[in-house]
């Protein structure tokens, strides 16, 4: 059974520090892997999909890398705003041949001004 | 349309009572999926349709929890005998495919559901 977790589960950071997010999963039979943001009350909004064969993707000021071998995928926040505050989950399919998502639990994230 | 659209954004009910959630996915995407969300938990895989495929009812929790999608398109969730634990966010997802492969994944605002 596909497990995610997000280390950590919390973290708040002042405006204009580069942070990053984890994410480990135990199956790497994965075909990708997203990250999310979560706004309070909102639904969420994909950020990036890495393929399986990729080893990172970039977005803006959002890096996404991939080690599947390992089971570790990094989300990588350069120069955080207030904005960025959310919460950002990770998510991968549930095992081989499964097109179910297993989701983390996130990391909240809190941008101080 | 532009986008997932998800009705009513929000419910409350009284145990016992039967509810109906919709899902109406983007426009052209064949995949569909239900989650739940529960308070200080993690999204909960309910059910996947894809095409005309027979859909995955694997994380359906109970009997009482049924899901359609008619004509292709928009997919309802059905609660029946709602109790307190039911309570929480259902989150709608439509994902391109690249085959048959779910690729990016695109949520609705999520109808919160509260059972008194």
């Known amino acids: 059974k596909q497990e995610v977790t997000q280390i950590p589960a919390a973290l708040s950071v002042p405006e204009g520090e580069n942070l990053v997010l984890n994410c480990s999963f135990t199956?790497?039979?994965?075909?990708?892997l997203q990250w999310f943001r979560q706004d309070p009350g909102k639904g969420l909004t994909s950020l990036l999909l890495i393929q399986s064969s990729q080893r990172e993707q970039t977005s803006g000021r959002l890096n996404a890398s991939l080690d599947k071998s390992s089971g570790r995928s990094t989300l990588y926040i350069a120069a955080s705003q207030p904005g960025d505050s959310a919460t950002y989950l990770c998510a991968v399919p549930s095992g081989a041949g499964s097109y179910q998502l297993t989701f983390g639990k996130g990391t909240k994230l809190s941008v101080i001004p | 349309g532009a986008g997932v659209s998800q009705s009513p954004s929000n419910k409350v009910t009284e145990k016992g009572k039967d509810v109906e959630l919709r899902c109406d996915p983007i426009s052209g995407h064949t995949a569909l999926y239900w989650y739940r969300q529960s308070l200080g938990q993690g999204l909960e895989f309910l059910i996947y349709?894809?095409?005309?495929?027979?859909?995955?009812k694997s994380g359906l929790p109970s009997d009482r929890f049924s899901a359609e999608r008619t004509g292709g398109s928009v997919s309802t969730l059905t609660i029946q005998r709602t109790q307190q634990e039911d309570s929480a966010v259902y989150l709608c997802?439509?994902?391109?495919?690249?085959?048959?492969?779910?690729?990016?994944?695109?949520f609705g605002e999520g109808s919160r559901l509260t059972v008194l």
């Open positions: 199956d790497s039979a994965i075909y990708n």
């Open positions: 349709f894809q095409g005309n495929s027979a859909p995955d």
């Open positions: 997802a439509s994902p391109t495919l690249a085959g048959v492969i779910p690729g990016e994944l695109f």
